[in-house]
């Protein structure tokens, strides 16, 4: 029997690789096109859930999600995120200090920034500064709040200096995200991870030309907010991501997140903007190319 949404009929579906770990949610039906993840913690997912990162690559592919960004958030996470880009052609890197880390860290901020612009410069396998950004939720304390303005700051100017993406982590600062980016020197592309506003701040960010990018939170049923922000997008502002290991989308909601489970969340936005799946997948394939400069393994 066909299903309409996938646009995929279950009988010819190839098979599929069995998980390593039987407590790992299943794998979705493979996707009709290939797509991208464009952010995900593989080190995280290996260490949260144990799936290795050479497994979550394969299970991906199995499933029709080809190529990955892999999310750096401190010094030591984005010497991982570049060496392993380097060696796996389907992976780029974004490498950065988180703000949470610069909140918590204040000592670590000058070395590790440092760290960040060496990796910066290491190749075109690196292709943005992030996450970088605001976070008022795990951040309270006025001073350690200006201390990740700051941060933030200085990761703007890398990305401008290098002529790389800028990926934001945005929790509770929509508007100090965008007053620190609007007294900036922005890059060229600048996209909101984890897209948590409104309609309003969408359509605000759209119109600065920022990409949107929408994780498995958007299948809860409590957030009509979000699907409202997802109506509000440019179709070609729209990405697609996991933030594994968290954030899993449903219907796997409360097990661990991987690239594997970007199945749930694609088919989800297609059926929230009418699209086709297929097309879908290719939409969001051509953004995530586009909002990191270019492309990169396969397409």
């Known amino acids: 029997m066909c299903d309409t949404l996938t646009v995929t009929c279950l009988t010819d579906l190839p098979e599929l690789p069995e998980l390593p770990d039987p407590k790992l949610p299943p794998l979705p039906a493979p996707l009709p096109a290939p797509t991208v993840d464009a952010h995900t913690h593989l080190d995280a997912v290996a260490e949260f859930s144990g799936l290795a990162a050479e497994a979550a690559l394969g299970l991906a592919a199995a499933v029709g999600v080809t190529r990955l960004v892999q999310v750096g958030c401190d010094a030591a996470d984005s010497e991982w995120a570049e060496a392993f880009a380097r060696t796996h052609p389907q992976v780029i890197a974004n490498v950065a200090l988180h ?14 920034l440092g760290t960040i612009e060496r990796l910066a410069q290491a190749g075109p396998h690196v292709r943005a500064i992030g996450e970088t950004g605001l ?22 100017e890398l990305a401008a200096r290098y002529g790389l993406t800028l990926v934001i982590h945005d929790r509770d600062a929509h508007s100090d995200i ?18 948590s506003g409104d309609a309003d701040f969408a359509r605000a960010a759209a119109r600065r030309g920022y990409w949107l990018s929408f994780p498995g939170v958007v299948t809860y049923p409590a957030n009509a907010f979000l699907r409202e922000a997802l109506a509000a997008a440019p179709a070609d502002r729209i990405l697609a991501e996991t933030d594994a290991p968290y954030l ?19 088919r989800f936005l297609a059926a929230q903007r009418g699209w086709d799946v297929a097309e879908t997948c290719e939409r969001l394939a051509a953004n995530a190319t586009a909002a990191f400069g270019g492309p990169w393994g396969a397409a």
């Open 178 to 195: 965008l007053d620190v980016l609007d007294g900036s020197t922005r890059p060229e592309r600048v996209v909101l991870h984890c897209f």
């Open 248 to 266: 899993t989308p449903v219907p796997a909601r409360g097990r661990p997140n991987s690239s594997y489970l970007l199945p749930h969340t694609v």
């Open 135 to 156: 976070d008022y939720y795990r951040t309270t304390d006025p001073a350690d709040q200006a201390r990740q303005r700051d941060g933030f700051a200085a990761h703007i």
């Open 99 to 112: 703000p949470n880390e610069i909140a918590r860290h204040p000592e670590r901020v000058a070395a590790g």
